[in-house]
């Protein structure tokens, strides 16, 4: 059983930066691709990056490539967001996730076995 944990959320201005951790527990950390969704309020849950276990393959939505950066410190069981340019619309909880398989389909919710609790992301305009 993992457990995660994020922080790093809060309230920023928009153009602004935050950087995002998941710290996870219980697993071996590197045997886990990781994933980072969030969910604007009153929406359903969004894709917003992946990394596979061995840290040379990411995947990003289209809209948060060039603003947002996810990598992976396997020595601190620790997953980062690093989010750039951040906008209003980028308010939301952001969720980390854990999966044992990569693939094509990487940003579907259902690929991901274990989740943090989240972590709230303010942007003011």
């Known amino acids: 059983q993992v457990q995660l944990a994020e922080s790093g959320g809060g309230l920023v201005q928009a153009g602004g930066s935050l950087r995002l951790s998941c710290a996870a527990s219980?697993?071996?950390?590197?045997?886990?691709?990781m994933g980072w969704f969030r969910q604007p309020p009153g929406k359903e849950r969004e894709f917003v990056a992946a990394?596979?276990?061995?840290?040379?393959?990411?995947y990003y939505a289209d809209s948060m490539k060039g603003r947002f950066t996810i990598s992976r410190d396997d020595a601190k069981n620790t997953v980062y967001l690093q989010m750039n340019s951040l906008k209003p619309e980028d308010t939301a909880v952001y969720y980390c996730?854990?999966?044992?398989?990569?693939?094509?389909?990487?940003?579907?919710?259902?690929?991901?076995?274990?989740w943090g609790q989240g972590t709230q992301v303010t942007v003011s305009s």
């Open positions: 996730a854990a999966s044992r398989t990569w693939g094509i389909v990487q940003s579907i919710t259902q690929m991901y076995a274990y």
């Open positions: 990394i596979k276990w061995s840290g040379d393959n990411t």
């Open positions: 219980g697993g071996i950390f590197s045997n886990y691709a």
